[in-house]
Structures are given as structure tokens and as C-alpha cells.
């Protein structure tokens, strides 16, 4: 089946942690297309933009415009309000949790401290939300 | 001739020879004899007048003498060969007498016969009375009657007739509770607390030496003051209230508010008790006061300490929580770049470089264990606690169960009481897993272990506890055990963070308990909490 290039955008000020979790989307999915901003505006900024991502993976604390804030943007606008949003997170807080499924979140993604973890995480994610038959021996 | 002046006729009767000029009896008169029939006939005329008269004077004379409440009785005065006054007999007794005095069928007997230990002083007042003519009135007792007179003597007849009329009242009655009162009041004295005793006017008939330390005012100085205005009395309800219940209930307990002498303020545990007479009328109130000023001072500061001590904790808490939650960041990082380096980078990698990469991974797992320990300690102390009733026993059975199913290959015993807390469930279930974790950890060597989880009574603390057979500690060290990463074993001998115990520790001290280790190396240990019930 072929797969269409669907744009992944990935929300989160630490660029460590940004290159993370791109690594772990290419490990499952090698062709995958990965847009980063490092702030809520910048974030804004490419979505308004014509490069409507298919999902987003939004850090939770940013300062600035934090994660909420960019949420609700996300939401208030026509055109974005459908784009699955899963938060990055690594609080457990249970109103964390909530206030960001308040705000409109599809789903969250704790940034566990094993890597291989979180890559099979970041698989189901990606399975379930962009309805992707691959796997990682499959190149797109 | 009584104080008063009036005339009492003398009436002597005995068995002691009559003095010249008198008559035995006084039914006779004395009169010159007329020789003529008329004249008999008056004289005889005369002379039942004049019985008449006597007898009715007598008349008088008795009814006064036996209608008198007060005791009275004419005595001879008896004095022994030195001149010194010995004895007295009774002339005369009146119908009073009996009764005040005890003493049946007096007349005619010697005091000394009827009461042996009669005290001196009694015969030596009668017999100066006797001798100077002068009238007494005195008050004194009489141990040998077990009784106390209010008496008025005097000498009747001449001189040398040595008679000595008493007019007397037994006032045993009065005295004797001036007495009791003023043993008690030398016993009041010597408590510490002070005793203030007041009439139905709130005005201080009794002051203690404890009141006089206390307040600053001697008893000379307070008796007769309004108590609640010298104290300058602060009640914590309305005094009319107060007062009530005291008529009500006999007695009232409370905290006061009182100003000294030196104008100092302080708080004192007071208790009144309704003050009744012998008959049950209610003539004041007894108030005992304590001084709890320090007492309150030091509770006061207690809670102060107690609220800063927790603000503090809060804080500690909460630096811990995002200490921990920003040392994640970075430490995600090391271990996923190494992984990356591992998985990308492995076949450059010699042997030496792919030990290093191992160890990185070794060290970073280590301490991402160690970060979630301490964040799980954080959280023990924000989530809110919520007592119920916990089946302690029952979720301790489960969890026994558990770790036996997870290592069948062990022989563990458990043994487990039917108790129950009244406590947070959530964290209950996570002191039980940890303390039976160790336990179980702590027993892995030895071939038959024994975990027990029981409780005991002593006098009304519950003390709960978990004991095991297993390594045991060394006592000296015992304080670590409870301070997080102080472990006594090292890790290889027993793996683990040494996290366990000082959530325990966390979440008992939250529930208001304490929690203490006992063990001994190669016996065992037994770590013990309590937690005091709410109401």
C-alpha cells in the first residue's frame, strides 16, 4: 500500500528532546517527514502556514506560549481543530493530565526515561492515530 | 443577784449543815408570835400571804430556772488543803442542764465524780470567781463533755459560801466547725494552687497562701474584695451562665483569664465548687485555681512550630519534586543518546568502548530509579489523605500471596492478623508492599523465612508491626534505615535504592505516627508504627 507523506509536527522547546523523539518516529518509521518548532509561536506560525501536519506531538510545559495556550489556538481555528494533538509530558500529575484533555488533547505520551520505551510508545501513537500498516522493517 | 439585778432566792437544800438565821425549806416564813385569838387568825392570815407569795415566787423562781434554754446550775467551789480550787458540787441544776452538758442526775454529785478528766482550767476559773466575787464570761471546752461553752459565772451568797452560779450555752456545734475550718484551712494553705473561697456576694472570705503567690495580694488585702474585680476576671462564657450551672450542677470547670498584682495576665485551669453549710444552703463558692500560662504558651508555640514545620516540608517537597522532574530531562537524554550510539554506532565500537557504552547505560538506569524513588516520595506528601476503615490484613493476605506466586521456589511463612486501620488506603497499600518487599528481600537467604504482620496493645496505642527472620541490622546504624539512599546493605548484597522504608516513614509521619526500627545482624528486624486515631 502506498503511503502518503504525512507531515508529523513536533512541539517542544528542548532540542534534545526534539531529537529524541524524531529519532525514535525514524526508528519505526524511517520516511517518515518531521516538522519541529521550538515554541508555541513558531508552532502557530507553520500551521497557518499551509503545512497542515497530519499530527502534532506538543510538549505540555514551554515557557512562553506553553503547550495549553497552543492548544487552545489549535482548536479555536476551523481549519486545525481536527488535527490529532498528543501531549508530551513527563509529569504524571493527574490535573496535568486533565487540564490538557480539557484543552482539547487527543491522547498523551509520557517522555519515559528508557529511549526504547518510548519509542514503542511513540509507535502505537503513530499506528493509531496516522493508521499506519508499517513496521520498521517496511521503508515507506 | 443575777448580772441583771434580779433576785434570785436562795434555796439551799443538801446535806450540809444550815447556816444560822436561815430556814430548811422555804415554804415558812419567820414572824414575830402574837398571844390573841384575832390575832392568831391574822397571823395565820399573814402567814399563808406570805406562803403564798413564797410559793409563787418559787413558782416563778422554778419556771425560769426550767424554762431556761440556756444551761445553768449553782456549784460550791471545793478547795484542797493547799487553797487551790479542786472540785465543785452541784447545789442545783437546772432542766437545760442535761441537755447541754451530757451529765445525767448532777445535782448533789462532785464534778470530779461525774467526769474524771474534767480539765483544771475549769476549777480554777470557778474557784477565783468563787474567791474574788468577780464575774466571768468566757468561751472554752470541755474534752472530758466533748463539748465547747460559751459560759457567764458568778459568785452568789456570801464569801465564804463559795457558791458560784454558771449560766452556760454548748456551742460544741459553732466551734466545732471553726475548728475543722481552721485545720483545713492550714491544710488549704499548703496547696500549691490557689483557694479562694467566696460568699454568695462574690465578696473573698478565704484566701490561700497559694492565692497570695499567685496573685500577689496577701490574704489580709483580699478578704472582704470583690473576687472578679480584683482579678479583673475574663470569663469564656457569660458569668451568669457560669454561675448556673454551678447552682445546677454543684461545680464548674473552665479557663480563666486573671490579672495579678504586677498587672501580669495570666491563664488559670480553674474549677468552683457550690461552698454549703451543715444544713445544705449554698453560702459561696469555692474556686481552685492553676496557673497554666506556661502550659498554654508552650501549646501555642507547639502549634506554631508545628505549622512552620509543615510549611517547611511542603517546600522541601516541592523543591524535591522539581529537582527530580528537571534532573529527567538531561538523564533522558544520556541514556537515549546512548542507546542512539549503540544502535548506530556498535560496529565501530572495540571492546573497551562498547563497556564504557554499558556502563553509561548501568549508571543512567541507576539513577533514573533513583529519580522516580524520590518523586515518588515527593508525591506521598501532596496527595491529600483520606481515612477509612482499611482492611490492613486482608490487603497484606493479597500481597503475600502475590510475592509467593512470584518466587514459588522459597519457602516463606506468613503470618497475618485480622487487622484493621483506620487510615489512607492508598498509602496503606504502599507502607504494606514496601515493608513486606523488604522483608521479603531481606529473607531471600534464608532457607525457611518468616514475615509476620501483627499489631499489640499498649495500654491505648495500637502498635503495628511487620517482622521478619531475615538479615537483620546493626541497631547502631538504626537511624539510616528511615533517611532515603542510606542503605545498610550494599547493593549486590540486596538490591534497592533504600527508598522503601523512608516512604513508610513519610507516610506514617503524615497520618500523625511514628515508625522505629528494631533488629539485630543475622536475627531479623521489626520495624513498628503507630498511628494515633483521630476523633
Known amino acids: 500500500m502506498a503511503t502518503m507523506r504525512k507531515a508529523i509536527l513536533v512541539v517542544d522547546d528542548d532540542p534534545a528532546d526534539i531529537f529524541i523523539t524524531e529519532k525514535a518516529i525514524t526508528k519505526f518509521w524511517p520516511g517518515s517527514f518531521i516538522e519541529h518548532a521550538s515554541d508555541g509561536s513558531e508552532a502557530i506560525k507553520l500551521i497557518n502556514n499551509g503545512h497542515q501536519p497530519e499530527l502534532i506531538l506538543l510538549d505540555l510545559k514551554m515557557p512562553g506560549l506553553g503547550g495549553l495556550e497552543v492548544l487552545s489556538e489549535i482548536r479555536k481555528q476551523e481549519k486545525t481543530r481536527y488535527i490529532p494533538v498528543v501531549m508530551l509530558t513527563s509529569s504524571t500529575l493527574g490535573s496535568d493530565l486533565r487540564a490538557a484533555y480539557d484543552a482539547g488533547a487527543n491522547s498523551y505520551l509520557n517522555k519515559t526515561l528508557d529511549f526504547d520505551a518510548f519509542t514503542e510508545e511513540i509507535k502505537a501513537v503513530l499506528h493509531y492515530w496516522l493508521d499506519l500498516n508499517m513496521s520498521l522493517a517496511e521503508a515507506s | ?535
Open chain 2, 1 to 535: 443577784m443575777t448580772p441583771e439585778g434580779r433576785d434570785i432566792p436562795k434555796c439551799p437544800s443538801g446535806d450540809e449543815p444550815v447556816p444560822e438565821g436561815s430556814v430548811r425549806g422555804c415554804n415558812r416564813a419567820t414572824l414575830p408570835l402574837r398571844s390573841s385569838r384575832r390575832g392568831m387568825r391574822a397571823v395565820n392570815e399573814e402567814l399563808r400571804a406570805a406562803n403564798e407569795a413564797l410559793r409563787e415566787s418559787e413558782e416563778r423562781y422554778r419556771n425560769l430556772f426550767n424554762t431556761l434554754e440556756e444551761g445553768f446550775c449553782i456549784v460550791r467551789v471545793i478547795f484542797d488543803s493547799e487553797g487551790k480550787a479542786a472540785d465543785y458540787r452541784f447545789l442545783q441544776v437546772n432542766a437545760a442542764f442535761e441537755k447541754q452538758t451530757g451529765l445525767h442526775g448532777a445535782q448533789g454529785k462532785l464534778m470530779r465524780d461525774l467526769a474524771p478528766d474534767h480539765e483544771r482550767h475549769w476549777f480554777e476559773m470557778y474557784g477565783t470567781i468563787a474567791l474574788t466575787g468577780v464575774p466571768r464570761h468566757f468561751v472554752n471546752r470541755a474534752r472530758a463533755l466533748n463539748r465547747w461553752f460559751d459560759v457567764y459565772a458568778y459568785r452568789v451568797g456570801s464569801p465564804e459560801s463559795r457558791q458560784v452560779a454558771i449560766l452556760f450555752n454548748d456551742i460544741s456545734g459553732i466551734k466545732g466547725s471553726e475548728e475543722i475550718l481552721r485545720s483545713q484551712a492550714a491544710l488549704l494553705n499548703q496547696a500549691h494552687d490557689a483557694i479562694i473561697v467566696r460568699n454568695t456576694g462574690d465578696r473573698i472570705t478565704f484566701w490561700n497562701k497559694g492565692a497570695e503567690a499567685m496573685y500577689g495580694w496577701s490574704s489580709r488585702e483580699a478578704l472582704g474584695d470583690c473576687a472578679h474585680m480584683l482579678l479583673k476576671t475574663r470569663f469564656p462564657r457569660p458569668l451568669q451562665e457560669i454561675s448556673l450551672e454551678v447552682a445546677q450542677q454543684g461545680a464548674w470547670e473552665g479557663e480563666l483569664i486573671h490579672s495579678c498584682r504586677d498587672g501580669r495576665e495570666i491563664v488559670v485551669d480553674s474549677r468552683w465548687v457550690a461552698h454549703k453549710d451543715n444544713e445544705g444552703n449554698r453560702i459561696g463558692i469555692m474556686e481552685l485555681n492553676r496557673d497554666i500560662t506556661v502550659r498554654k504558651r508552650a501549646e501555642e508555640e507547639l502549634r506554631e512550630t508545628n505549622s512552620l514545620l509543615e510549611a517547611r516540608n511542603a517546600e522541601l517537597d516541592s523543591f524535591n519534586y522539581s529537582v527530580s522532574h528537571d534532573l529527567r530531562g538531561p538523564l533522558r537524554a544520556i541514556g537515549a543518546f546512548g542507546r542512539m550510539l549503540g544502535d548506530e554506532y556498535r560496529t565501530l565500537l572495540d571492546g573497551a568502548g562498547k563497556v564504557y557504552l554499558d556502563q553509561i547505560f548501568r549508571s543512567t538506569d541507576r539513577m533514573a530509579q533513583l529519580i522516580d524513588d524520590l518523586l515518588k516520595l515527593s508525591r506521598i506528601t501532596r496527595t491529600e489523605i483520606r481515612r477509612t476503615q482499611v482492611d490492613l490484613g486482608g490487603i497484606a493476605q493479597s500481597m503475600a500471596q502475590d510475592l509467593k506466586q512470584g518466587a514459588p521456589e522459597r519457602i516463606v511463612e506468613f503470618i497475618i492478623d485480622d487487622i484493621v486501620i483506620h487510615a489512607d488506603r492508598g498509602l496503606m497499600i504502599i507502607v504494606i508492599e514496601n515493608l513486606f518487599f523488604n522483608a521479603w528481600k531481606f529473607t531471600s537467604r534464608r532457607f525457611r523465612a518468616r514475615i509476620e504482620f501483627s499489631c499489640r496493645q499498649e495500654g491505648s496505642r495500637t502498635i503495628y508491626f511487620v517482622r521478619d527472620n531475615g538479615e537483620g541490622f546493626d541497631m547502631a546504624h538504626g537511624r539510616k534505615l528511615f533517611t532515603p539512599f542510606q542503605r545498610l546493605h550494599s547493593n549486590t548484597e540486596f538490591p534497592g535504592t533504600g527508598i522503601g522504608l523512608a516512604i513508610v516513614r513519610r507516610i506514617i509521619e503524615r497520618h500523625g505516627g511514628r515508625v522505629w526500627a528494631e533488629g539485630e545482624v543475622g536475627k531479623g528486624a521489626t520495624i513498628s508504627f503507630e498511628i494515633p486515631a483521630t476523633n
